[in-house]
C-alpha cells in the first residue's frame, strides 16, 4: 500500500554534506511518524531522525547538531540533510514510516552513505 524510495546517498569526505530524499507514495494516514535508522555492518539498526505528522523532532546524539530532519506533506517526501560528516556516519540509512495505532510500518530499500577521513 505505502512505497517508500530513498535517494541522495553517496560518497563523500569527512567534514562534507549530503541530503538524503525519501519520496512516499500510497495511503500516508495522520497520525504517523517518518524518520531514518541507518545499520553499518555488524551492528543493530539504529534511529537518527524522525518526524511526527505534527512537526515533532527526534535526534540520535550522535547526529544532534548536524543532521536535519524535514518534511514536505504536499509531496510525501522526507529528508535529512546531514552536514559535518564523519566516517562514522558511514551506513545504509533506512527511510521508514510509523502509522502509528494502526501496526503498520514501511521501510525503504536503503541508501549507502560512506563518509571517507
Known amino acids: 500500500q505505502v512505497q517508500l524510495v530513498e535517494s541522495g546517498g553517496g560518497l563523500v569526505q569527512a567534514g562534507g554534506s549530503l541530503r538524503l530524499s525519501c519520496a512516499a507514495s500510497?495511503?500516508?494516514?495522520?497520525?504517523?511518524?517518518m524518520g531514518w535508522y541507518r545499520q553499518a555492518p555488524g551492528t543493530q539498526r539504529e534511529s537518527v531522525a524522525t518526524?511526527?505528522?505534527?512537526?515533532?523532532?527526534n535526534y540520535a546524539d550522535s547526529v544532534k547538531g548536524r543532521f536535519t530532519i524535514s518534511r514536505d506533506y504536499l509531496k510525501n517526501t522526507v529528508y535529512l540533510q546531514m552536514n559535518s560528516l564523519k566516517p562514522e556516519d558511514t551506513a545504509v540509512y533506512y527511510c521508514?514510516?510509523?502509522?502509528?495505532?494502526?501496526?503498520?510500518?514501511?521501510w525503504g530499500q536503503g541508501t549507502q552513505v560512506t563518509v571517507s577521513s
Open positions: 521508514h514510516l510509523d502509522h502509528r495505532g494502526f501496526g503498520l510500518n514501511y
Open positions: 500510497g495511503s500516508i494516514f495522520r497520525p504517523n511518524a
Open positions: 518526524m511526527t505528522s505534527d512537526g515533532s523532532t
